[in-house]
């Protein structure tokens, strides 16, 4: 499980963005996150895989912290997919872009073959195997974003906003992959998102606002509470 042990964070300039955030993360459990704009949202995401160092309170994975030294077993345990697919799309083409991380992990080759059939298979992307990345649509890209992130089976996920910049359709069809995925690769999940009806198909939601936990339940229950969600508006 992901613990989050007091989590403060500070922007530099001494704005506070994170105000001692305790809370813990299931493995095999879908949990939306909302807030409003400048909540602090992005910020707990960053620091949950090392991309950001708290000020104080610390993060761990399955008993790892997360620190300096731990980063690359963290990053292999915590993958982060981010709202604009291209700042994750590093490789000349689709198929080398799901191989970069099983490269990195040192996997063999036929192991890796092998696992990046089956990654381009389940997200629909095998005819853009040769394709670069850049020519496919915002949905694709997105799709192969996330298939990446899946690619070296992490046992977290973390997704701030994937669907924000794709239209209805691709974005039903990514959180129905998404789901199918999760249920399938036992993945804990952390769903950022602004949207309801996507929150309403996690185990869970969080609420944060000004970088405070202000609620944490079921989402029929969250959603029941007028006056806290009035309050976050």
Known sequence: MIEIDQLEYVH?????????????????QCTALMGPNGS??????????????????????????????????IRRRVAMVFQNPDDALVAPTVETDIAFGLENLGLPPAQMRERVQEILEAFHLERYREHPPHLLSGGERQRLAVASAIAVRPDYLILDEPTALLDPGAREELMLL???????????????????????????LLLLNDGQLVGDGAPRTIFSDAPKLDALR
């Open 12 to 28: 530099p300039g001494g704005v506070p963005a994170l105000r001692g955030i305790q809370v813990t993360l299931a493995p095999e």
């Open 40 to 73: 602090g949202k992005t910020t707990l995401a960053r620091c949950l895989n090392g991309l950001l160092t708290p000020s104080s309170g610390t993060v761990s994975g399955d008993g790892v912290e997360v620190t300096e030294s731990s980063l690359p077993d």
């Open 178 to 204: 998404i789901g199918k995925l999760a249920r399938e690769e036992g993945l804990g999940i952390l769903h950022i998102t602004q949207s309801p009806e996507e929150a309403a198909r996690a185990d869970r």
